[in-house]
């Protein structure tokens, strides 16, 4: 990293040309795994029409997809003082939403330890944890924001794997059975 002394006397730091390229690439990366993560998002919100409550998860749905869309659109809007509200707004009404969904799930779990994969509100708190990771990654991690290209790396690498990790997920149970989940792996 070079340094140079501005008319004031200051010192700045300025990045180095692989440095500049690192962080250029990261932002492509990073908007082009948030096109992702927002065609998921409204590809969740699609399915949740043959819910029995379409009404409560297609707009749980829509908002991150609308919120990863955005950062596509223009990777800066994190810093938008709209877009943080509305995503801190989603990640509590998320949290409370997963405790509420949590228990539910004890009731299942009375008798035996089961999969809760195999019941709704289990596919729904999956659903819940991925939207609050993805929101909480997009509010913290900003390629333009990192100081050193590990640092770049090591977060793009791990945007990608967790950003993929949703499809792997539907993937598998869609290989399991073709209607409503199934059993989603039976245990």
Same mark, same amino acid.
């Given at each position: 990293?070079?340094r =140079?002394?501005t $008319?004031s006397?200051v010192?700045?730091?300025i990045?180095?040309?692989?440095? =500049?390229? $690192?962080?250029?690439?990261?932002?492509?990366?990073?908007?082009?795994?948030?096109?992702?993560?927002s065609?998921?998002?409204?590809?969740c919100s699609i399915?949740?029409f043959n819910?029995?409550?379409?009404y409560?998860?297609?707009?749980f749905?829509?908002i991150?997809?609308?919120?990863?869309?955005?950062i596509?659109?223009?990777?800066?809007?994190?810093?938008? =003082?709209?877009?943080?509200?509305l995503? &801190?707004l989603?990640?509590?009404? &998320?949290?409370f939403?997963?405790?509420v969904?949590?228990?539910?799930?004890?009731?299942?779990?009375r008798?035996?330890?089961?999969n809760?994969?195999?019941?709704?509100e289990?596919?729904?708190?999956?659903?819940v944890?991925?939207?609050i990771c993805?929101?909480?990654?997009?509010r913290?991690?900003?390629?333009k924001?990192?100081?050193?290209?590990q640092?770049?790396?090591?977060?793009?690498?791990?945007?990608?794997i967790i950003?993929f990790?949703?499809?792997?997920?539907?993937?598998? &149970?869609c290989l399991d059975?073709?209607?409503h989940?199934?059993?989603?792996?039976?245990?």
């Amino acid at each position: 990293m070079l340094r =140079k002394t501005t $008319k004031s006397g200051v010192m700045e730091k300025i990045m180095g040309p692989s440095s =500049k390229h $690192k962080h250029k690439h990261a932002t492509l990366i990073w908007r082009a795994i948030n096109g992702v993560m927002s065609f998921f998002f409204f590809l969740c919100s699609i399915v949740q029409f043959n819910d029995p409550d379409p009404y409560l998860w297609v707009p749980f749905y829509c908002i991150p997809a609308c919120l990863c869309a955005s950062i596509v659109w223009k990777p800066d809007v994190v810093e938008n =003082k709209y877009w943080r509200v509305l995503s &801190s707004l989603h990640i509590a009404i &998320s949290c409370f939403s997963s405790i509420v969904l949590i228990l539910q799930l004890v009731h299942y779990f009375r008798e035996e330890i089961i999969n809760p994969l195999r019941f709704e509100e289990g596919r729904e708190m999956l659903g819940v944890i991925i939207a609050i990771c993805w929101i909480v990654i997009c509010r913290f991690c900003n390629p333009k924001k990192s100081d050193g290209s590990q640092q770049i790396g090591a977060m793009m690498t791990m945007v990608v794997i967790i950003g993929f990790l949703p499809f792997a997920i539907w993937i598998a &149970s869609c290989l399991d059975s073709y209607h409503h989940c199934g059993n989603m792996w039976a245990s």
